[in-house]
T-cell receptor
Framework: EAGVAQSPRYKIIEKRQSVAFWCNPI?????LYWYQQILGQGPKLLIQ????????DSQLPKDRFSAERLKGVDSTLKIQPAKLEDSAVYLC???????????FGQGTRLTVV | TQLLEQSPQFLSIQEGENLTVYCNSS?????LQWYRQEPGEGPVLLVT?????EVKKLKRLTFQFGDARKDSSLHITAAQPGDTGLYLC????????FGQGTILTVHP
């Protein structure tokens, strides 16, 4: 079974530029999560989707971050404009609806210079 | 905001030693999970505990859920270099909230 796919693996941008990350969850998984993991810290939930609807985006900085999950499958997370403090690993995870176990992708390491 | 505090933050031990990592909160969890994360990879689920007082074993790893469902511990017996990694606890309060993690290094 294929796992959660994320791209790109690495991205370096200058501050004030924009960037987008892509996630393809495990087939059949209705729930999709985006987490931000700053070096030395645990992952912080940015947004949770159930199919193509948003369940929780309370910790998403909506002035600069946006996410969508069109058709309830793939998802993109965008940052515009990026700040230095956005440097982190962005993890995508998916799970079956109502099931506790989340499967994570390898993440995208973003460096903002 | 529910907070999960893990301790210690860093742990450096020799191969063969035992260790315990703790996860505490002032809130009651509906369930708690432990994940292990290696550099450059996403977290991988080790165990889910649901019932207060529950103990689960996974080879040399023993997971315990507190009776009041506010705390949990992970005990590793006879640690090996392959156990090196970031250990994360995560509580389910409707959404999955992670602690800050414990970085474990096991030296040969």
């Amino acid at each position: 079974e294929a796992g959660v796919a994320q791209s790109p693996r690495y991205k370096i941008i200058e501050k004030r530029q924009s960037v987008a990350f892509w996630c393809n969850p495990i087939s059949g998984h209705a729930t999709l999560y985006w987490y931000q993991q700053i070096l030395g810290q645990g992952p912080k939930l940015l947004i949770q989707f159930q199919n193509n609807g948003v369940v929780d985006d309370s910790q998403l900085p909506k002035d600069r971050f946006s996410a969508e999950r069109l058709k309830g499958v793939d998802s993109t997370l965008k940052i515009q404009p990026a700040k230095l403090e956005d440097s982190a690993v962005y993890l995508c995870a998916s799970s079956l609806q109502g099931v506790l176990e989340a499967f994570f992708g390898q993440g995208t390491r973003l460096t903002v210079v | 905001t529910q907070l999960l505090e893990q301790s210690p933050q860093f742990l450096s031990i020799q191969e063969g030693e035992n260790l315990t990592v703790y996860c505490n909160s002032s809130s009651v969890f509906s369930s708690l999970q432990w994940y292990r994360q290696e550099p450059g990879e996403g977290p991988v689920l080790l165990v889910t505990v649901v019932t207060g007082g529950e103990v689960k074993k996974l080879k040399r790893l023993t997971f315990q859920f507190g009776d009041a469902r506010k705390d949990s511990s992970l005990h590793i017996t006879a640690a090996q270099p392959g156990d090196t990694g970031l250990y994360l606890c995560a509580g389910l309060y409707g959404k999955l909230t992670f602690g800050q993690g414990t970085i474990l290094t096991v030296h040969p």
